[in-house]
């Protein structure tokens, strides 16, 4: 089904195609960051006070992940039958059902059963929208796209922290309800936008729909450009050459999981897991979740400069989002990495034996209290540039054209499975291990490293259907040390795979009758 207005094209529509991913995304930061006031509001306590126990209080911010994780898993089995506008549309449902239910809460259940409802809804958005983006951008600049939709993340994330702080001078239910009913302006521009833009022409294609794709990829290629066009042609060719690639290799499921497929579908799917699964364990969810809590726990602020210090946290990952703006089509994907995995273990090793050396001399807690703080705020402009949001394009990118739906779905449902453990069982490790509990972030951060440098191969300024051919062509897991695997520069072989599949499709009669049949469909919309 084609979209309300087939004028749009161009920038204007990679423009509203951003809007579309970028709210849903801002939703998903807002969600993030909007939970850690509520919890200590004294409002909120009154009528809640079971979540004064460590593991109600774990259970209640860590059961919206647990509701995304079975969101993400309902995106992996029904996101390529229904396609991606359909995913969004059912995410945006089931976030305001579940919204509305979390600011009309005056017990504890039902306040539970709204964040998973909710965190189901976000399972979906986030699973589709940085798929849809990624698959209507051109390669120079998918990355920057992809990330805008993460930078809106993170300022919506900065927004609920400055809220949280501003409304801490505002006693009563206005302190923790209006923060939940906010959230509820994301869907409406989102369900706006929605009206206005296309299917995913990959999408399409994988649905051979071919004459719609070919309409579709026109409107994106610039305003008045014909189905003809030459630079059209030899996209929709490139593509439907390759998806024609796997289907003509597609082996079967018990083959695809022990990676006997020769484009390598199993591993492909683990390495954008992985890549959430190192951007949760890094440990970014226990503070988001906890920060004002583990401030004044761990460091001894009082509750408003608790407020004030992780609103300000916010602004900086907001910042160092910003500058992951700038360096991710620059830098590629594995260095920034490689750099985060260094620097995020940092933080966590100097905040950790600062929390020890003041449990040791009580006379120096303040200052290395201040330490500790401003470990923290290092550790977010670190992940902020690297792991928040290299992790979401890799996933977007590394995937087959047949599984990326199924990629990116189960790469979200790791990264929100993980969420739901470190968040589930931050209170509980601090009260019981202190400053050791840090020292494991720490450990594991460390481990990122050899992980990313051996086994992750560059995607960077790679088309999507050259992602075949990096698993092609180089069929062992190990990739150090292979310049194609690693360089950020498109590798000559990729280009030649690209001109060899548009002269194949070329000399297809198929693509006679698709622009016969897409000038009939230019014509009639």
Known sequence: MLSISNNISGTWLITLITIVNATSMAWFGY?????????????????????????????????????????????????????????????????????????VSWHLPQMIVGRVINGFGMGVTSSTCPVYQAECSKPRVRGKLVVVGSLCNTLAFCLANWMN???YFQGGALQWRFPLGFQLLFPLIVATA??????????????????????????????????????????YRSIRQALYLERKDRVPFSDVIRCRDKTQTFRRLLLSCGTQFMQQFSGVNA???YLPTLLQQSVGLDQQTSRLMTAVNGTIYLFSACCCLLLIDNLGRRKMMLYGSVTMG???????????????????????????????????????????KVAWVYNSEVNSLAWRTRGAAAATATNWMGGFIVTQFTKTGIDNLGWGFYLIFAIICWVYFPVVYALYPE?????????????????????????????????????DAEAERIAEADSSDVDKEVLAASTHVERIG
């Not at 009528?47 to 993400?72: H, K, M, Y």
């Not at 088309?463 to 695997?485: A, R």
């Open 287 to 289: 503070l988001g979740y």
């Open 459 to 495: 995607t960077s300024r790679r088309t999507l259907e050259d992602m075949d051919q990096i698993f092609i062509q180089n069929p062992s897991i190990l990739v150090w040390g292979k310049k194609d695997m690693t360089q950020r520069e498109r590798p000559q072989a990729f280009i």
């Open 31 to 103: 969600d993030q960051g909007v939970f850690s006031g509520v919890l200590i509001s004294a409002d909120f306590k009154y009528w809640f006070p079971e979540t004064n126990n460590a593991g109600i209080s774990g259970i209640t911010s860590s059961c919206f992940a647990l509701g995304a994780f079975f969101g993400a898993i309902t995106a992996f089995t029904a996101g390529d039958k229904l396609g991606r506008k359909k995913c969004v549309m059912i995410g945006l449902t089931a976030n305001v059902i579940g919204a509305l239910l979390q600011i």
């Open 194 to 235: 929605l009206l206005f833009v296309p299917e995913s022409p990959r999408w399409l294609l994988l649905k051979d729909r071919h004459a719609e794709a070919l309409v579709v990829i026109a409107r994106l290629q610039g305003k008045n450009v014909n189905v003809d066009d030459p630079a059209v042609t030899a996209e």
């Open 346 to 388: 940092s933080c966590y090793l100097i905040a950790a034996l600062c929390l020890k050396a003041a449990g040791d001399d009580p006379s120096n807690k303040k200052i290395l209290g201040n330490v500790t703080t401003a470990m923290f705020f290092l550790y977010y402009f670190f992940f902020g540039t690297s792991f928040a």
């Open 165 to 167: 702080y501003g409304l």
